[in-house]
């Protein structure tokens, strides 16, 4: 059993849910990677899902973007970025997500980068511009690698697809909450729920909602019919703003529930 | 003669093409491609379709022999198609008619469009004014500026035009911000993308929709001299003018194809929009293709005194004609382009687009090379009143110098 199955094993065994924060690479300079996964496991994450910037990123958002233009500006390359992973993996005991679009990946050399992924201990992979129908020109070799690749399902999703997606991972399905980009938002759309429950209901792996989660009243709805969430503006957010003490109070949203009851 | 049945069920061009989105597209992208395939079979779709593209657009455009460019280059003689001479001045409207009926057709009312030059963003913005539909325009903020009496006509227009100030505020970035509006409206909207790029099936709806040129140029060349050109040539941003020329030409194998890309200052500067010849294969806009970008897969920005070449990319099925050879792709710097600008301006009476006047120019260099008996059809993709005023203060500016 891999890194990412134990975590949720675990957390379904202390029928706990899933807080992971997503960060970009470089954002702050490469240096401060190490500390910052660090710092969120200690913060409780479940899991930690690190950004790879690229200069195009269509799913984001204005905070994503900027984070990664300001990762771009100093310098950060994936060769980089699994190179620091490499040594978090000595001090960081959580599974390890990459996100990323695929052309980083497809300039790296795909082979080399699912083999160098490996040996940096990285658990899983995101990549939001690959749908099934594209996924055989990597999914062979993150499989060898036994690297989950982390596939996406949204609301304009159909149902006999999601099933489809959902019956081919091993690691979590995400289920992206909004037809939209990363990014906060207040409002969801009321149908949510019932997406959610049916994601829930077709998927034989873990379901975490992502984009768009940013405050403690959002996470604690969502997680009603879901394992869990991926926060991703909102810590990027917090990182630059240096918010650090508000960041261990959002990652702490399930410990505090565990105390009410 | 090889039949030619590009690209498979997949999308892909070769190794090319493809459907590079985020999930939230896949849903839109797989009706359009069953849209299309539908309106494709109905006969009443293509009549609508031929019959805007004769009683508004204008067309068919002649096929005009340029006796005197010919005598210049000393060699080949060159034909000029004529798609400068279409409603709103360039081929782009062949494209936005076709689409903005499909999109009719599958109940959209909204047409969201990314332009560069402008021209893409006019032919838009025209036949959604035709259909009575809602039109929304990303541009960038940097074209925007170089193109603001183009900005003027698609507002005239009725639609809304959107300044994009993200990377290099140019068509790339346009781009990314129109697909980052369609993930979000995607129910009600239709993304009318303008040249042979983009996920599947984009590349294939708007090579078809521009075919027309390359189809009305085999029949024109055909009555006038009972045989086939022995050259096509045609400018390439993304490559939709060069595909709708080369496509009815491909199992044409006498036939020779050349596309001709944007080298700025010079191919071995950072200044140009040369893909095939300097880019990499890579993954952009949702199709696997010939990219600038550096060693760790960063697109890089393009450069070209032609804002409608100004694209780090190039549509997939070009990629795949490269690799494969059937086309052959040659770059022309801003000076070699601006000297073409004046020349058919001066000898023909035809003042070119910028975009166009590279494929003039290629053009000429390849005539000197052939025979006096031999023929070279060179797409006139658009005018060049849009481009008169930048050139004017290049060449003041070059004479203060």
Redesign the interface.
């Known amino acids: 059993m891999n890194r990412l199955e134990q975590s949720f094993k675990l957390l379904n065994e202390n029928n706990a849910k899933a807080f992971v924060p997503y960060m970009m690479a470089g954002d702050g300079g490469l240096a401060c990677l190490v500390e910052r996964l660090v710092l969120l496991e200690k913060f409780g994450a479940a899991a930690i899902e690190v950004g790879v910037p690229?200069?195009?990123?269509?799913?984001d958002?204005p905070t994503i973007?900027s984070a990664g233009i300001r990762a771009?500006e100093n310098r950060t390359?994936?060769?980089g970025i699994i190179t620091e992973l490499a040594k978090a993996r000595e001090v960081v005991t959580i599974p390890i997500i990459l996100m990323t679009?695929?052309?980083?990946?497809?300039?790296?050399g795909i082979d080399d980068f699912a083999r160098d992924i490996q040996i940096a201990g990285v658990d899983g992979c995101i990549i939001?511009?690959?749908?099934?129908?594209?996924e055989d020109i990597i999914a062979p070799q993150l499989a060898d690698a036994q690297v989950e690749l982390i596939?996406?399902?949204?609301p304009?999703?159909?149902l006999e697809?999601i099933k489809e997606?959902a019956g081919r991972g091993k690691g979590f399905l995400y289920a992206?909450t909004?037809?939209?980009?990363t990014g906060t938002r207040n409002l969801f759309d009321n149908d949510l729920n019932e997406f959610l429950k049916a994601v829930k209901m077709l998927s034989p792996i873990p379901v975490l909602a992502g984009f768009g989660i940013s405050n403690e009243d959002q996470i604690k709805e969502l997680t009603k019919n879901c394992d869990g969430v991926v926060v991703g503006s909102k810590i990027v957010e917090l990182f630059e703003k240096d918010k650090l003490f508000e960041m261990e109070k959002l990652m702490s949203v399930f410990k505090q529930e565990a105390k009410i009851v | 003669m090889t039949t030619y049945t590009l690209p498979n069920k997949k999308g892909h061009f070769g190794m090319f093409g493809g459907r590079f989105v985020p999930e939230t597209l896949m849903k839109a992208v797989l009706e359009l491609e069953q849209a299309y395939d539908n309106a494709k079979k109905d006969a009443s779709f293509q009549a609508e379709i031929d019959r805007l593209l004769k009683e508004y657009v204008g067309r068919e455009t002649p096929l005009y022999f340029a006796e005197n460019l010919s005598r210049h280059a000393g060699g080949a003689n060159i034909y000029l198609k004529r798609e400068d001479l279409n409603h709103t001045g360039a081929h782009k409207i062949n494209n936005a008619i076709g689409q903005a009926l499909l999109a009719v057709r599958m109940g959209k009312k909204k047409i969201v469009a990314e332009t560069g030059a402008g021209q893409h963003g006019v032919a838009t913005a025209t036949v959604c004014a035709l259909l009575n539909l809602d039109c929304i325009i990303f541009m960038g903020e940097e074209d925007i500026k170089r193109q603001a009496l183009n900005v003027f006509r698609m507002e005239l227009l009725g639609a809304k035009v959107v300044s994009v100030t993200a990377g290099s505020a140019t068509l790339k970035d346009a781009v990314n911000e129109a697909l980052r509006y369609w993930v979000a409206n995607v129910d009600d909207t239709h993304y009318l993308l303008g040249s042979v790029m983009g996920p599947h099936p984009f590349p294939t709806i708007v090579r078809d929709f521009q075919s027309v040129i390359g189809k009305e140029t085999k029949e024109q060349f055909q009555l006038r001299n009972s045989s086939l050109p022995d050259a096509v040539v045609a400018c390439i941003g993304g490559g939709s003018n060069a595909m709708g020329m080369f496509y009815p030409f491909i199992e044409d194998e006498e036939v020779s194809l050349y596309g001709v890309e944007a080298a700025g200052q010079g191919v071995d500067t950072d200044y140009h929009a040369a893909s095939l010849t300097k880019g990499k294969p890579g993954v952009l806009h949702g199709a696997l293709m010939y990219l600038l970008q550096n060693d760790d897969g960063q697109i890089q920005e393009a450069h070209s005194i032609s804002a409608g070449l100004d694209y780090p990319g190039v549509g997939p099925e070009h990629s795949h004609l490269k690799e494969v050879g059937r086309a052959k792709y040659f770059s022309i710097t801003d000076e070699e382009a601006l000297d073409s600008f004046q020349l058919l301006s001066r000898l023909e009476g035809i003042i070119p687009a910028l975009e166009s006047a590279h494929a003039i120019a290629y053009a000429v260099k390849l005539a000197s090379e052939m025979k006096y008996s031999e023929n070279i059809v060179v797409c006139l993709s658009g005018r060049g009143d849009k481009d008169v005023d930048a050139v004017k203060a290049r060449l003041k500016g070059g004479e203060g110098k």
């Open positions: 690229f200069s195009d990123p269509v799913a958002g973007q771009l390359t994936l060769k679009y695929l052309n980083p990946i497809y300039a790296y939001p511009d690959l749908p099934l129908e594209e596939r996406l399902v949204t304009a999703t159909p697809r997606i992206v909004v037809k939209g980009i």
